[in-house]
């Protein structure tokens, strides 16, 4: 019945004093110094019944109070309308952690994990993983000439491009300021290779409208690219390093191009093949005297 609810500028001086009670809260928590319960295995959930909130008066005071991370549920009625926006809540933060907030693509930290796990896969299996490190060629004077806001824009567009011209179990992610990594499994260098060309072509084509600029701006980008058969255990940091080293080839070879590191798995021929040599040697011939 309309009589019964309270007149709004009640209810809008509830939210302010919840709002209030918690963020002092949230200030004695934090000059305690007490760590967040992912850090240690203390911790307490504290609730707090608010006579006469509902769940939009909370969703507003989340929003000025920046109290997303806090959990509400109705003390009477049903609660599943509740539980699915504590569900999308619980899975924007999930994808909060693993995503670059400006681009959306797979931050630093998700790319560090799953190219552990494809490196591990595709020593299991024996199969091609390929990896390209891509870094946008003088962004810096973007930024000074136009500002971070046409930064910002060159970084989006070059974002889309990867996640337009990548495949569905392919990952794209930003592990920089202006550097990107692709994570390609059962790509070798050839196929990978084109996948660049295409995805670099594409980027030549498109341009972000900056203000300042006469026209508007156009980027190139440099990559180095490095591929494992599988025939070898390696670790992240060998294999971003192999990448690494061909992009900086890139951009001292003049920008703007794609360089190929040598296969790890070939390098390592040699000295397998002369072990082998010497095992063949001594079952025919004996040791040498």
Aim: net charge negative.
């Amino acid at each position: 019945m309309p009589g019964n609810k309270p007149p709004q500028t009640n209810l809008s001086q509830r939210s302010r004093e919840v709002l209030e009670e918690l963020t002092r809260l949230r200030g004695v928590l934090e000059h305690q110094g007490l760590a967040s319960i992912a850090d240690g295995e203390d911790g307490l959930i504290l609730v707090r019944l608010c006579m006469g909130l509902n769940l939009d008066e909370w969703e507003h005071i989340c929003r000025e109070g920046q109290f997303q991370q806090w959990l509400a549920l109705p003390a009477k009625g049903d609660a599943t309308r509740h539980l699915s926006r504590i569900q999308r809540t619980l899975e924007e933060l999930t994808h909060q952690t693993r995503h670059d907030p400006l681009t959306g693509l797979a931050n630093r930290r998700a790319f560090e994990k799953t190219l552990k796990m494809e490196l591990e896969r595709a020593h299991r299996a024996g199969n091609n993983l390929s990896l390209a490190i891509l870094d946008l060629d003088d962004f810096k004077a973007v930024n000074d000439n136009y500002g971070h806001i046409c930064g910002d824009r060159v970084l989006t567009m070059l974002a889309g491009i990867m996640l337009g011209g990548k495949r569905g179990y392919d990952l794209a992610a930003r592990i920089g300021g202006e550097e990107f990594a692709l994570v390609l499994p059962g790509s070798g260098l050839v196929q990978a290779e084109a996948s660049l060309e295409r995805m670099f072509d594409a980027l030549r084509d498109q341009s972000v409208p900056c203000d300042g600029a006469e026209q508007p701006v156009r980027v190139t980008c440099s990559a180095g690219v490095v591929c494992t058969k599988g025939k070898l255990p390696l670790s992240v940091d060998q294999f971003v390093a192999m990448a690494d080293k061909a992009l900086y080839e890139a951009k001292a070879q003049g920008k703007n191009r794609i360089v190929k590191a040598p296969i790890p798995d070939l390098l390592q021929a040699p000295q397998a093949t002369l072990v082998h040599a010497q095992e063949k040697q001594f079952l025919f011939t004996g040791p040498d005297k």
